[in-house]
């Protein structure tokens, strides 16, 4: 798993994949365009909604969880980046939400 700063999401986030893991209280106040919405407590159920051959970056709240979230997908064969500083670090960045 690597980490990817805010601005590498942006850029990749028209072919990648964004997962964003957080609660759906967390979503509520925005989460990225495009972004396939799963909390990580769900992930194993919902697998299957990721495609395997496009990248995925990882996103929740602050980091941590996202992290944890990539490193997993990565060991089931995906290819995943955390993004770092999450969510607060994309709104603070002014950056667009839905």
Not at 4 to 33: C, H, K, S, Y
Not at 67 to 73: C, E, P, Q, S, T
Not at 90 to 97: C, E, K, M, N
Request: glycine residues 8%.
């Amino acid at each position: 798993m690597s980490e990817i700063t805010i601005t590498d999401a942006e850029a990749r986030r028209a072919q990648d994949q964004v997962l964003d893991v957080r609660e759906d209280f967390e979503v509520a106040e925005g989460m990225i365009p495009g972004a396939v919405h799963i909390p990580m407590g769900q992930l194993n159920a919902r697998l299957a909604e990721l495609e395997k051959a496009r990248p995925v970056i990882v996103v929740c709240r602050s980091g941590n969880r996202s992290a944890r979230v990539a490193d997993a997908l990565n060991n089931v064969g995906y290819t995943a980046d955390t993004m770092a500083g999450g969510m607060i670090a994309w709104q603070r960045a002014g950056l667009p939400t839905v």
